[in-house]
């Protein structure tokens, strides 16, 4: 019968570096992001966890879920941090090992930045990986610089949902001109895992955008939280891209278009949005992929 | 092999020798030329290290956390605003447990902006948990890096080691500079128990509960004190393999001191002189340089301070409210003692102002001709 | 647990360890953690839980006889041929005479309407059909268990009775009045719809089995049913309709050129000449009307059909329909006939009919045709067939059996009032029963009668084991749950569960054109009784039946092991089918109920026990 996403079984049956007993709420999806995550990178891989909801999902002292060696750092000091391991693995010789930066949106849109646009700027041969749930949930969904327009968080509450547009991360790390720059979704994650996989095959700095939905934080049914990350993608909100060196490759053309407010409408947090803002966030995220497509078509 | 050179470059070759396998910092006025030095030296193959050219101090400390649970010997160096940039940081690392060491030029904090000596920046991160060595000359400074390193590695805490902007940062001096071989005898190569290790997959500083942070923390501070065991004993081993002495505290002509003034950094050198020249007008008078200020050496403290009835502490360093922060703390170890000296806090120096001898003299003989002290602490030099 | 579900629990029970740390010695200098969260056994965040469970596809639903769809095509595309059609036989007898004439009702609910078309479950069940040789018996016939059963009828309804009956171990005789056995499949259906040679096929496969054939023997004329209900158990009715309805106009019966639409296909059938004339006029809008349009074409005729109701509410098929029309035959609408003259030489001067227009609905539903007024025309034709619909004979059953609307009255449980002297009980189906006049609708009486024959045998209530192994919506019962044999998937069934297209996730599905029914040109087909429809090759086959969603069953594609966040899907392996969901863990999130594409899991209650199973 044939399978859905091109994952062979032997992957997601083999070791798990990821293993259950895990912290996070049901229907996390930045639990299953680390999953597919690790699955893509293989055992050979370091990571590094600044303040973010995977600080607690990981365990608590003296446990961990993962399989892999793991140092939790400052809030800001993900990307840096990890540059640091790769700079002492390298000086042991282990330059084969995958040093990952695991960061929320927080610690990457707002308080990270910094840290993030200096390695990028050096090109530190590290993977970053924003797993973006768009909010700081961590600490009880205050809104952060990756909270879309019009968003309920507690810092943006009802009658005072979020006035600003979501941060364009993509836009900023292209910026530096990296060697690689993608994004990629829980919902595709055949796609995802040949990301990570070759992630570990480029050399210089490595970003990847992934959207992670939050059941509590998005206000949704837990069963939901895949179909719904998909639909950012169907909605074209969410496209998902990469770009090596420059030349821009769009990996899902979604077979199904869907309307913007059919997926806002899924979630709790977008009850408030206004039609302006729905129609501003409408032509951004049409001409954003406008632009991609175009972007695109002119590498084939 | 002795070559006339500053401070900054001493330090430099300290990091050289001890073979550091990755650097990170983030210049900052006087503590660029350190940084300066160590591009060159890399640049032209005389070491083997990485060096992260970080945008932030934050960030600098920061990679050193990542550097040295990698398990390599790690580096950094800095001073003032960017010292207290890393302050979160600072307290990540100790609380880390790793042995890390950074050497920071001894500058004042703004506004407004003075890069001149002053002791404030480090004193004020003495709750951090990180050893604090203080440093009186370019000679003391190289061999402090090396010391340093083999304390930390052995109690598993970072070291801090300071010495004044410019004077010493910029200022040259003869160092006698050892041979590579000479240091690799002293300090072995780093060999961490615990670090990033794919046989041995572990996570590091995650969460922890009340249940179990509270012992976390005793373990660091009996460690800590461990250094007031250890430290004497490297010193010991650097004595017999180098030649030159170092302890926790220097005595100088304390024995039959009626009064001892407590010095750190080049005060200390200015201190020496005055002490000798009070000497010959036959006044007993003493110093105790102040060396490692972190661990508390209260027993050291309490063995050379406590029988003498007068106590003169200086202080560049400030903290509003309170006065000079040595002063304070020599205190609260004295309080303990059976005899308790009258104690003369006194503030000098602050933003680079210069302590002459003259200075230090008319402090000792304030200190004589009052039973008590006349301001507490007594700003010296200000302008009234 | 077997296999890799054992092996990965044992781990990870082994690695879940708790440590206390007593006193402060215990601790590592650094803060460093020494195990796995395995400890943690967050399946008791639960509230509700998944299960693998096997539910119903629309298909099997809406089939009368309850055809395990899925199941044969899932053989079919593992290219275990004989595997799916013994499968298929197990709800459905004959795949090679319902693929050929079924009016497949599966393909008007296939889930798959909503991506891009339907699956052609019809061509499959063909192409599985049309593998085998149709006369091997079946593999595993039981031993006789001393009843016996009379089928009277070798229809469609007869035959199933008889294979079903057989396979309960019954011994079986079917008589039928006609020289050839097959009843309407024989003598109604043309012969370039279900070619003689497959039928005989069929017949041998029953005889093969044991099946007594009495052809040319009418019960009620031959032999007596009271006679039968002496030497028999079991009687089974399966007689059919063979008598048409009336169109009460003068004149009908007085010309040889006005015959009804079944007798014209009968006389076709057994052989004996038909001459219709150049033009042939057909009243009537059902399969009978197609069929004897389409033979009359064969015939060398011209021929126009007339229905009284739109096209919309013909009951035809439309694939039949549009056939029909291809081969040249003409509709006209919203017209009945209102009377027809009649020559002195027994020719049809002319045939006048009058338009209709819709009504109110009558108690069909569908809306009445009244006669438009003044709205006469006539139509010039050499013969009229009148094919307006079926009625049963039953001069044989006076006094035996109860009939009602001319209709044969039978229980819930098949079985037709009779006085119970002890004799036979007397059972009936297809079309003289109150049942759709389909193939499968008799095919599928045929199987209940059996079961509760079986019922009757071993002294079960009928009802109670109706309702255990009812399917779907309780249309069709199901054969295999009755003898508790395995389906396809060795998974958890709820057989009353349906799966209908609101439960099936499309995103998951690639639009694929469905592999086109391989017919002969109209042109050319229409000159030959021989068959016209090329049965699949097998990577037709393959590429169609790659179509099919699987709806309600799964097919191991992996997507509950991808996504679940807390890694808590195991993979049973070793050559078992399917997952295990690992309960210490699951916190019953509902990622593997939403994302499967084709509903097999449920989520059930936290407080309901479940076996977990081995």
């Avoid at chain 2, 615990?194 to 996570?203: T, V, Y």
């Amino acid at each position: 019968m044939q399978k859905i996403f091109d994952i062979p079984r032997e992957l997601m049956t083999g070791e798990d570096l990821a293993q259950p007993g895990m912290l996070s709420c049901q229907g996390c999806g930045a639990s299953l992001a680390m999953k597919l995550a690790l699955k893509g990178l293989g055992e050979r891989t370091i990571v590094a966890i600044p303040a973010c909801c995977w600080t607690i999902i990981i365990g608590v002292y003296p446990y961990s879920t993962l399989k892999v060696p793991v140092v939790h750092v400052l809030f800001e000091t993900a990307a840096v941090s990890a540059s640091g391991i790769r700079a002492g693995l390298d000086m042991r010789g282990e330059e084969d090992v995958v040093v990952m930066a695991w960061a929320g949106d927080g610690g990457t849109f707002d308080i990270g930045i910094q840290s993030l646009s200096g390695v990028a700027e050096r090109n530190d041969d590290i993977l970053y990986v924003c797993y973006d749930n768009e909010a700081y949930m961590n600490t009880g969904i205050q809104r952060s610089g990756a909270t879309p327009m019009g968003a309920w968080t507690t810092t943006t509450p009802s009658g005072a949902v979020k006035q600003e547009k979501k941060k364009d991360i993509e836009k900023i790390m292209l910026a530096h001109e990296i060697p690689y720059v993608a994004t990629a979704s829980v919902a595709y994650p055949d796609d995802m895992i040949q990301k990570f996989k070759k992630a570990r095959t480029i050399k210089g700095t490595k970003f990847i955008h992934l959207l992670s939905p939050c059941p509590p934080g998005w206000r949704i049914d837990p069963a939901m939280s895949i179909k719904i990350t998909r639909m950012a993608t169907q909605a074209k909100v969410f496209p998902i891209y990469e770009v090596e060196n420059g030349k821009y490759k769009l990996n899902v053309y979604p077979e199904k278009e869907i309307h913007l407010k059919e997926y806002l409408n899924t979630q709790g947090r977008f009850r408030q949005i206004t039609e302006d803002m729905l129609k501003g966030a409408k032509e951004r995220a049409d001409q954003k992929w406008e632009d991609l497509v175009a972007m695109a078509e002119k590498e084939l | 092999m002795k070559q006339v050179i500053k401070g900054n470059f001493a330090v430099a070759q300290g990091v050289r020798l001890c073979r550091v396998g990755v650097i990170s910092a983030y210049p900052i006025t006087p503590q660029t030329t350190i940084v300066e030095e160590l591009s060159e030296i890399c640049a032209r193959g005389e070491m083997d290290a990485k060096f992260i050219k970080v945008e932030s101090e934050h960030s600098a400390m920061a990679a050193m956390v990542g550097s040295s649970t990698a398990g390599v010997r790690s580096f950094t160096a800095t001073s003032s605003q960017g010292l207290l940039l890393m302050h979160e940081v600072l307290h990540w690392a100790a609380g880390a447990r790793l042995p890390i060491v950074l050497s920071n030029v001894n500058r004042a904090v703004g506004p407004g902006w003075n890069i001149w000596a002053d002791q404030t920046d480090s004193v004020s991160q003495r709750d951090t948990g990180w050893v604090q060595i203080y440093c009186e000359s370019n000679q003391e400074v190289l061999d402090s890096v090396i010391m340093s390193y083999k304390l930390a590695e052995k109690i598993l805490l970072p070291v801090m080691l300071t010495y004044d902007a410019f004077f010493l940062s910029h200022t040259s001096e003869i160092v006698d500079i050892p041979d590579i071989e000479e240091v690799d005898a002293f300090l072995p190569p780093y060999q961490p128990e615990f670090r990033l290790d794919l046989d041995n997959p572990r996570m590091f500083g995650g969460l922890i509960s009340p249940e179990y942070y509270y012992e976390q923390r005793y373990i660091m501070h009996k460690d800590a004190l461990e250094a007031l065991e250890y430290y004497p004993m490297v010193c010991e081993e650097f004595h017999e393999k180098f030649g030159r002495e170092y302890d926790v505290v220097e005595e100088y002509r304390t024995d039959d001191a009626e009064l001892i003034i407590v010095t750190a950094g080049t005060i200390t050198s200015v201190t020496r002189i005055v002490v000798d020249r009070l000497r010959e007008q036959g006044k007993n008078v003493g110093m105790m340089k102040l060396r490692m200020f972190r661990p508390v050496p209260v027993e050291r403290w309490l063995d050379v301070l406590g029988g003498i009835p007068k106590v003169v502490v200086m202080d560049r360093n400030i903290t509003a409210g309170l006065g000079g922060v040595f002063a304070s703390e020599i205190q609260a170890v004295l309080y303990n003692s059976e005899t308790r000296p009258v104690i003369y806090p006194v503030v000098v120096g602050l933003g680079g102002r210069d302590v002459t001898p003259d200075d230090v003299e008319g402090i000792i003989n304030y200190a004589l001709e009052n039973d008590k002290p006349k301001d507490v602490p007594l700003f010296w030099g200000l302008k009234q | 647990m077997k296999g890799i579900v054992l092996m990965t629990m044992k781990k990870r029970s082994e690695s879940a360890k708790a440590y206390e740390f007593k006193t402060w010695r215990d601790f590592t200098p650094m803060n460093i953690s020494v195990g796995t969260m395995l400890h943690n056994m967050t399946g008791s965040w639960r509230f509700i839980k998944p299960i693998y469970e096997d539910k119903v596809p629309a298909c099997q639903n809406a089939c009368p006889a309850g055809n395990d769809i899925e199941g044969w095509i899932k053989l079919l595309q593992k290219g275990e041929y004989d595997k799916a059609y013994w499968h298929l036989k197990r709800e459905q007898p004959f795949p090679a005479i319902l693929g050929r004439i079924c009016f497949k009702f599966c393909e008007t609910v296939c889930n798959r309407k909503q991506l891009d078309s339907f699956v052609g479950i019809n061509e499959l069940e063909r192409f599985v059909g049309d593998r085998v040789d149709l006369s091997t018996p079946h593999p595993d016939l039981p031993d006789y268990n001393g009843k016996s059963l009379a089928v009277v009828g070798s229809g469609p309804a007869g035959m199933s009775t008889a294979y079903y009956g057989r396979l309960l171990g019954l011994r079986v005789t079917m008589f039928e009045a006609l020289p050839e056995m097959g009843g309407i499949l024989r003598v109604g259906i043309p012969a370039y719809r279900l070619p003689r040679e497959i039928l005989a096929a069929e017949f041998d496969g029953l005889k093969n089995m044991g099946i007594e054939l009495m052809p040319n023997i009418a019960v009620g004329k031959d032999i007596t049913l009271n006679g039968l209900r002496s030497d028999y158990n079991y009687i089974f009715l399966g007689t059919g309709v063979h008598e048409s309805a009336k169109l009460n106009l003068e004149g009908e019966d007085e010309s040889d050129r006005i015959m009804s639409g079944l007798g014209m296909l009968k006389k076709v059938a057994l052989g004996e000449e038909v001459n219709l004339g150049k033009r042939v006029t057909i009243i009537g809008g059902g399969n009978t009307a197609i069929d004897a349009a389409r033979t009359a074409v064969r015939l060398g005729s011209k021929v126009t059909v007339i229905y009284r109701r739109s096209e919309t509410e013909m009951p035809a098929h439309p694939g039949e329909v549009e056939e029909a029309r291809e081969e040249g035959v003409e509709f006209r609408f919203l017209a009945a006939p209102e009377n027809i003259k009649i020559n002195k030489d027994g020719s049809i001067e002319r045939l006048v009919c009058c338009e209709m227009e819709l009504g109110p609905p009558d108690e069909s539903g569908r809306r009445r045709p009244v006669k438009k007024e003044g709205a006469l025309f006539e139509v010039e034709t050499d013969s009229i067939l009148i094919a307006i619909g079926e009625i049963p004979a039953f001069d044989f059953l006076k006094d035996v059996v109860k009939t009602e609307n001319n209709l044969v009255v039978v229980n819930e449980g098949m079985q037709v009032e009779t006085i119970d002297d002890g004799r036979a009980k007397i059972f009936g189906g297809g079309d003289i029963i109150d049942l759709p006049h389909t193939v499968v609708h008799a095919v599928a009486a045929g199987k209940k009668a059996a079961i509760a024959m079986d019922c009757d045998r071993k002294g079960a209530d009928f009802s109670e084991v109706f309702q255990k192994i009812a399917t779907g919506d309780g249309r069709a019962l199901s054969f295999s749950k009755y003898m508790g044999w395995m389906p396809v998937n060795p998974v958890r069934q709820n057989n009353t569960k349906v799966v209908d297209s609101e439960k099936i996730v499309y995103d998951y599905f690639m639009k694929a054109p469905q592999v086109e029914k391989q017919v002969l040109d109209a042109g050319v087909r229409k000159g030959s009784f021989d068959t016209y429809c090329k049965t699949f090759d097998e990577d037709q086959a393959q590429r169609e039946a790659a179509r099919c969603m699987h709806c309600g069953r799964c097919t191991e594609c992996d997507n509950c092991l991808i996504f679940c966040p807390d890694v808590s899907v195991l993979v049973r392996g070793e050559g078992q089918f399917g997952y295990a969901i690992d309960y210490d863990y699951c916190k019953g999130c509902g990622i593997c109920f939403t994302e499967c594409p084709r509903n097999a899991i449920t989520m059930i209650d936290e407080e309901i026990p479940i076996q977990v199973d081995d």
